[in-house]
């Protein structure tokens, strides 16, 4: 493909409350085998973009082991491959990325070496499958300068995280709002975006000499008079997994048979590095019930609505209703967890009692599993 990718994974927000205080959100754990990156990183290979480079910035060590090898998503080639850049020291600079701009304008230089007249750009946070060969042709068909990956939300849908644009008949963008108070528009940008590479380097730079430094605000909008900017509508499945609330319904949408079938079963396939584990085992008194239940785990007990990362023991006698536990939890005996988000490695003692009565409750323990 004529196309080079960038996946914008540096973020964090307090959004994600607990969740994100020691992973980077494109990290997140999804659908109890992937992380929220490889989505992105599937998308690239299936759609035959051959280098890719994942900009990291905040608590990247988790989402760096998670990407010390390319070999999972077919990127080990001689012509190409997978890069990660982290803010580094430099002579001329010492900031870190002060926003999605700065973060490409700071790796300007592997934009220059490369040959391929286009870019992609998307973000680390999502959860969606696309073809982007598709959107491509889109966007020379149209003669754009920026091509905008959108979605129309459901009426009910909080679209005040969101870019908002409106389109005109043609499908090019004659509004775009980030995160507009209210919005007349349910139209959203997905954060994917087509823009020819020459094109790219010039406004990163002009931003950069002008002191700019988001990609959205101080470019998309900024230059949304001045430049052909398309809208291209997506119909499939698409979520961000920005706040607690989405993060856990994007992970219970796996429990139903239409999503699980989507990700899981029809081509083309989500691709994650691969750990070493023995299947899940259930015991004596294990009862499961519309759940996901991951490789390692052992489970002893009631499971319903919920989903189980890897590694997880549940102990005897507990009940486990729409929750997710992820990777790498002891749950004591007698344990009930229920609207709940589980830390990863967490160890919850026998006999304790854990429910979100007003919303999702995070739990988050830091017992010692281990003691001399």
């Not at 077919?74 to 002060?98: A, E, I, M």
């Not at 398309?230 to 994007?250: H, P």
């Amino acid at each position: 493909m004529k196309a080079i990718g960038i996946i914008l994974a540096g973020g964090n927000n307090s959004r994600m409350q607990e969740l994100s205080n020691k992973r980077a959100i494109a990290a997140m754990p999804v659908g109890g085998s992937y992380r929220s990156i490889d989505f992105a990183l599937s998308n690239m290979s299936n759609s035959h973009i051959q280098t890719v480079a994942v900009l990291t910035q905040y608590s990247a060590r988790s989402l760096n082991e998670h990407l010390s090898s390319s070999k999972w998503w077919d990127f080990g080639r001689k012509q190409g491959g997978l890069f990660v850049f982290n803010p580094t020291v430099t002579v001329d600079n010492s900031w870190w990325y002060r926003g999605t701009a700065d973060a490409m304008y700071q790796n300007i230089s592997f934009l220059k070496k490369r040959h391929e007249p286009y870019v992609i750009i998307t973000s680390g946070d999502c959860v969606y499958k696309i073809d982007y060969n598709k959107v491509l042709e889109y966007h020379i068909e149209k003669k754009a300068d920026i091509t905008v990956v959108c979605k129309d939300m459901a009426p009910d849908v909080d679209v005040s995280r969101f870019g908002v644009v409106r389109m005109n008949e043609d499908s090019r963008i004659v509004e775009f709002e980030e995160k507009p108070m209210v919005s007349q528009s349910n139209t959203i940008s997905t954060g994917i975006y087509i823009v020819r590479r020459r094109q790219l380097i010039e406004m990163l730079e002009r931003s950069a000499e002008e002191g700019r430094w988001d990609f959205v605000t101080d470019i998309l909008i900024r230059y949304k008079n001045m430049k052909r900017i398309y809208g291209y509508k997506m119909k499939e499945y698409w979520s961000n997994i920005a706040t607690v609330e989405s993060y856990y319904q994007t992970n219970m949408d796996f429990l139903k048979p239409e999503v699980r079938r989507y990700f899981f079963h029809d081509e083309p396939k989500i691709y994650s590095k691969v750990d070493d584990l023995p299947p899940a085992k259930y015991n004596a008194g294990s009862d499961v019930r519309n759940s996901l239940i991951a490789s390692g785990c052992i489970v002893n007990s009631k499971v319903e609505n919920s989903i189980l990362f890897k590694k997880v023991f549940v102990g005897k006698n507990c009940v486990i209703k729409n929750s997710i536990i992820l990777n790498d939890v002891y749950i004591g005996d007698n344990t009930h967890i229920e609207n709940c988000i589980v830390e990863s490695r967490d160890t919850l003692k026998a006999n304790t009692y854990y429910c979100g009565d007003n919303g999702i409750k995070i739990v988050s323990e830091n017992n010692e599993r281990y003691v001399l």
